[in-house]
C-alpha cells in the first residue's frame, strides 16, 4: 500500500489514444500527473530548462505566484539549485500580487512565504527582486502601479500561476475587463473570507490589493498555469473547456499561445477525458466500476432508471463500445442495478449470523472494534454522524480518535463568552485576563498558549457533548490526539513527523481495531484532511503485519462539502429522518463553528445544512436511478 493518500481511480484511458482525441474538449494544452508532487516535477522542469536555455543579454525575468499551489514548485526548484541544476544568478523575479496595505515582511504578506520558501535559499540578487509594494502612501499608489505595469508588461519570460475557486488569476476577480493593467483592486467579500485562514481576527485581512491585470498576464511570453486538489476541480472545467468568460478570468489564458496548465488528478476530475472517457477515446478499458460510473451518467443524461435504459440509449450517447467489449444492454443494466443494490447496507458494521457474500461488510467478527479518525472535532459528526451512531446502536465497540485540536478555529469572542459563562456559574472570573491577553496579540505572531489552551479546551468539551448526543461513552470511548504537527500556535502548520506516526500507531495497537473510519475529503481550506489520512495511513502501513491488523479495513468518508462519485463509493448506509434529526443533534453541539460559517468560499449553508444536504442528494440519486427512496445516505469507500 502506498501510504501517500490518492482518489480511488475507477479507469484510465489507453496508453495507445490519439492525444488529439483525448483532448478535443480542451482549449489550453494541459498535462494530468498522478499527484501534486509529480506535477510539481513537471512544472520545475519547464522553469529550469527555460531558465538554463535562455540566452538574451537581458536577465530571464521569471513572474512569481504567491498563495498555497507555487509552494510545492518552489520547494523543488530550491533542491533543484542546491543539486547544482540551476542557478538564478541571471534571473529577475516579478511577483503578481501584494496585499494593500501591507509590508512584505509581515507574515501575511503574499509575498512574505516567497522569500520564506523560496529566495532566501538561492542564490538570486536582491536587486533582482521586485514585488508589488503594499507601503505606498494611498495617494501615490495609481502612479505607483502604473510604473509597476511599464516595469512588467511584456518584460516576463514565463509566469508561474495558481487560480482560485472562482477563476481568479492573481487578484483579478469575476468580472475584471481582459485589457486591466496593474492596480489597485477592491477584494470582494468572499476572497477575503477566503484569506481569513491567514489572519487570526476576519477583521484583520485587507479590503484592498495591488495586481498585475490581465493584460499584464497575457503580455508574459510563456505561462504555467498550476492546478491542486478536488477544490479546484470545477474551475479546472472552465478554463479547460469552457468559454472565455470576464466571470472566470482565468479562462482569458485560452487566447494565450504559451500556456501550459499542470494538474493533479484530483483537480482533473471533472474533466471530459477523466470524467465521461467514453465520449473522448473509444475504445476503453473498462473495470467494473467505469461500467456503473458509464450507466449512472446515462441515467442522468437520458432521465431514466437503471432498468429502463435500452439499447438506443446506449449507443445514442456514445456507449456503443460498452455493448460491444462488455455485453447487451439488458444484462449490463442488471448487472450494475444490482452491483449498487448490494452496497446499501443498513449493518455498516456488519449484520451477525447473515449471508454477507453481496453485502460491503463481513458478519464476523460481531461484535467489531472500530476507530472513527476525526480529523478536526467535527468532522465525525457532520461527514459520517448516522453511520456513528448506528455503529453504536448495533453494539460494537466504537473509538473515535480526534487528530488535532482545532484551536486556531476559534474565535477570540467565543472564548470570551465561554469564560463569562464560567464567571456567572461561579467558577472563578479570569475575563478580565483573557480579555487582556487578547487585546495584546501582535498581528501574524503565533497565539498566546493560554489562549491556544482554552480554544482547544472549547472544543473537546463540544466533541465530548456531541459523542454523548449519539450514544457514545465520552470518558473511554473519546480520544484527544493533539497531533503535534498542528500545533504550532498559527495558521502554518508543520510538517507531518515520526511523533506523529507514533500517536497514531499507538492508538491502533491498543484498540486492534477491525474497522478504520478516516477522512477522505480533502477540500479543507487548510490541508489538514490531507495530511491526517497520510498520518492514518502511514501508522497503518507500519502495523499491517501484526495479526488483528490483517482482519482490519479502512473506509473512507467524506465531509460536508463534497459526496463521494456513486460508481466509487464501496457502502451506502441509509438514514431515516430521526437518525438524521439525531446528526443534526450532534452537529449542533459544536457550538463554536455554529452561526459563523467558518469555511472559506461562497456556500453561505452552516455545516449541518451542508451535510443534510449532500446525504440527501445522495439518497435522491439512488432514487432517480431505480433504488428505494431514502431520508438520507452516507457514502464510504473501501481502500482497504
Not at 507500519?542 to 459526496?563: S, T
Request: glycine share 6%; aromatic share 8%.
Amino acid at each position: 500500500m502506498n501510504p501517500k493518500f490518492v482518489l480511488p481511480k475507477i479507469g484510465e484511458l489507453p496508453v495507445s489514444a490519439p492525444i488529439e482525441s483525448i483532448c478535443k474538449f480542451e482549449k489550453v494544452a494541459t498535462t494530468i500527473c498522478d499527484t501534486e508532487k509529480s506535477g510539481v516535477n513537471v512544472a520545475a522542469d519547464v522553469v529550469v530548462n527555460a531558465i538554463n536555455a535562455h540566452k538574451g543579454e537581458k536577465p530571464f525575468a521569471l513572474g512569481l505566484s504567491t498563495g498555497r499551489t507555487p509552494l510545492g514548485l518552489y520547494a523543488e526548484l530550491v533542491n533543484r539549485y542546491k543539486a547544482g541544476e540551476v542557478s538564478f544568478k541571471n534571473v529577475v523575479v516579478y511577483s503578481l500580487d501584494e496585499f494593500y496595505p501591507m509590508a512584505s515582511s509581515s507574515p501575511q504578506s503574499r509575498n512574505h512565504r516567497v522569500y520564506e520558501e523560496f529566495l532566501n535559499y538561492v542564490d538570486i540578487a536582491p536587486e533582482n527582486v521586485f514585488f508589488p509594494d503594499g507601503t505606498v502612501e494611498r495617494g501615490e499608489v495609481n502612479d505607483y502601479c502604473r510604473r509597476y505595469e511599464q516595469m512588467v508588461n511584456g518584460r516576463i519570460d514565463l509566469m508561474i500561476m495558481g487560480v482560485g475557486e472562482l477563476g481568479q488569476i492573481g487578484f483579478n476577480e469575476p468580472g475584471s475587463y481582459s485589457h486591466s493593467t496593474t492596480r489597485l483592486v477592491q477584494l470582494s467579500y468572499n476572497t477575503r473570507k477566503t484569506q481569513d485562514k491567514f489572519f487570526s481576527n476576519p477583521n484583520e485581512v485587507p479590503k484592498m490589493a495591488i495586481t498585475m491585470g490581465l493584460e499584464t498576464i497575457m503580455s508574459a511570453k510563456q505561462i504555467v498555469l498550476m492546478m491542486w486538489g478536488e477544490e479546484k476541480a470545477g474551475v479546472a472545467k472552465r478554463l479547460i473547456e469552457g468559454n472565455v468568460s470576464e466571470e472566470y478570468p482565468a479562462t482569458c489564458l485560452q487566447n494565450h499561445d504559451n500556456v501550459q496548465v499542470v494538474m493533479d488528478e484530483a483537480a482533473a476530475q471533472e474533466l471530459t477525458r477523466v470524467k465521461e472517457p467514453w465520449l473522448v477515446a473509444p475504445p476503453i478499458e473498462w473495470s467494473d466500476k467505469l461500467i456503473r460510473k458509464a450507466v449512472i451518467w446515462l441515467c442522468q443524461t437520458v432521465d431514466k432508471p437503471i432498468l429502463k435504459l435500452t439499447h438506443q440509449d446506449y449507443i445514442k450517447n456514445s456507449l456503443s463500445d460498452l455493448l460491444e467489449r462488455v455485453d447487451t444492454y439488458d444484462k449490463i443494466n442488471i448487472r450494475v442495478f444490482n452491483e449498487i443494490q448490494h452496497i446499501i447496507s443498513g449493518w455498516p458494521g456488519g449484520k451477525p449470523n447473515a449471508d454477507d457474500s453481496t453485502r460491503p461488510v463481513p458478519s464476523s467478527p460481531f461484535p467489531k472494534r472500530v476507530i472513527i479518525f476525526s480529523p478536526h472535532p467535527d468532522d465525525d459528526v457532520i461527514s459520517m454522524g448516522g453511520t456513528f451512531n448506528r455503529l453504536i446502536e448495533h453494539g460494537h465497540d466504537v473509538h473515535v480518535a480526534y487528530q488535532v485540536s482545532g484551536n486556531v478555529a476559534v474565535y477570540d469572542d467565543v472564548v470570551l463568552q465561554n469564560i463569562d459563562t464560567a464567571k456567572e456559574m461561579g467558577f472563578g472570573d479570569a475575563f478580565d485576563e483573557i480579555r487582556e491577553i487578547i487585546a495584546n496579540k501582535k498581528v501574524g505572531e503565533p497565539e498566546p498558549r493560554k489562549l491556544l489552551d482554552l480554544k482547544g479546551a472549547i472544543r473537546r468539551a463540544e466533541a465530548r457533548a456531541a459523542c454523548r448526543s449519539i450514544g457514545l461513552d465520552d470518558r473511554t470511548n473519546a480520544h484527544f490526539l493533539n497531533l503535534p504537527f498542528y500545533e504550532t500556535g498559527g495558521i502554518k502548520k508543520g510538517q507531518l513527523s515520526d511523533d506523529d506516526i507514533e500517536i497514531v500507531k499507538a492508538l491502533m495497537r491498543e484498540i486492534k481495531p477491525h474497522q478504520i473510519y478516516a477522512a477522505g475529503d480533502l477540500t479543507d481550506p487548510h490541508g489538514t484532511h490531507r495530511v491526517c489520512i497520510e498520518a492514518v495511513l502511514r501508522a497503518f502501513e507500519e502495523v499491517k503485519d501484526e495479526e488483528w491488523a490483517k482482519e482490519c479495513h479502512i473506509w473512507l468518508y467524506r465531509g460536508a462539502w463534497q459526496e463521494w462519485d456513486l460508481a466509487v463509493a464501496d457502502m451506502a448506509v441509509p438514514l431515516s429522518p430521526e437518525e438524521l434529526i439525531r446528526k443534526r443533534h450532534a452537529i449542533f453541539r459544536h457550538l463554536s463553528q455554529k452561526d459563523i460559517v467558518p469555511f472559506p468560499g461562497e456556500d453561505a449553508r452552516e455545516f449541518w445544512q451542508r451535510a443534510e444536504e449532500r446525504t440527501q442528494g445522495t439518497a435522491a440519486l439512488f432514487n432517480k436511478i431505480g433504488l428505494p427512496e431514502y431520508q438520507a445516505i452516507e457514502l464510504f469507500a473501501k481502500l482497504l
